[in-house]
T-cell receptor
Framework: SAVISQKPSRDICQRGTSLTIQCQVDSQVTMMFWYRQQPGQSLTLIATANQGSEATYESGFVIDKFPISRPNLTFSTLTVSNMSPEDSSIYLC???????????FGPGTRLTVL | AQSVSQHNHHVILSEAASLELGCNYSYGGTVNLFWYVQYPGQHLQLLLKYFSGDPLVKGIKGFEAEFIKSKFSFNLRKPSVQWSDTAEYFCAVLIYNTDKLIFGTGTRLQVFP
């Protein structure tokens, strides 16, 4: 398994601002994923981030709103841009194991937008 | 589109009661199946998984799940729950040869002493 950390663990932000969430893994991984867990709901995949290529976004998510960086095999960032209260969620990153058949999750970033 | 259904949204049990949480998915091909647990204030953890072989899989903390292919189901069971099992439980499906993990809506389990 992989050890994943996220920063910040939580934040309270004002409407219209942006927040960048960092995800660090203790080993090199090819695939990293970003999920959103809205209050009382399940996890929804935002995008898949491979090192050295543009992130692939799921339906309903766009790069302008959720730009992602993947500068190396152990790190990724997700930015939530021009935030509104509807963006209040827990944002989680995950990584895939070498076999490609299991994902491990970070602790999440709890974002509240006022 | 593929989807995962968890029919029990909120389950309340007393300690020592038996537990069964339903999970059904809609996809006719090969899948990998997972149950994740999220304890209050903690991050998502893998409870158990099924890839192939024996359809009855055992996980941590006395949990088990049975894959019934004909019913597209992967129900989670525990014969005797404990107060410490209070958590949110998520069923998830990984479509074979894709990286896309699809989650169910989750089941909130409350166990009272």
């Amino acid at each position: 398994s992989a050890v994943i950390s996220q920063k910040p663990s939580r934040d309270i932000c004002q409407r219209g601002t942006s927040l960048t969430i960092q995800c660090q893994v203790d080993s090199q991984v090819t695939m990293m994923f970003w999920y959103r867990q809205q209050p009382g709901q399940s996890l929804t995949l935002i995008a898949t981030a491979n090192q050295g290529s543009e992130a692939t976004y799921e339906s309903g998510f766009v790069i302008d709103k959720f730009p992602i960086s993947r500068p190396n095999l152990t790190f990724s960032t997700l930015t939530v841009s021009n935030m509104s209260p509807e963006d209040s969620s827990i944002y989680l990153c995950s990584v895939e194991n070498r076999g490609g058949n299991e994902q491990f999750f970070g602790p999440g970033t709890r974002l509240t937008v006022l | 589109a593929q989807s995962v259904s968890q029919h029990n949204h909120h389950v309340i049990l007393s300690e020592a009661a038996s537990l069964e949480l339903g999970c059904n998915y809609s996809y006719g091909g090969t899948v990998n199946l997972f149950w994740y647990v999220q304890y209050p204030g903690q991050h998502l953890q893998l409870l158990l998984k099924y890839f192939s072989g024996d359809p009855l899989v055992k996980g941590i903390k006395g949990f088990e799940a049975e894959f019934i292919k004909s019913k597209f189901s992967f129900n989670l069971r525990k014969p005797s729950v404990q107060w410490s099992d209070t958590a949110e439980y998520f069923c998830a499906v990984l479509i074979y040869n894709t990286d896309k993990l699809i989650f169910g809506t989750g089941t909130r389990l409350q166990v009272f002493p």
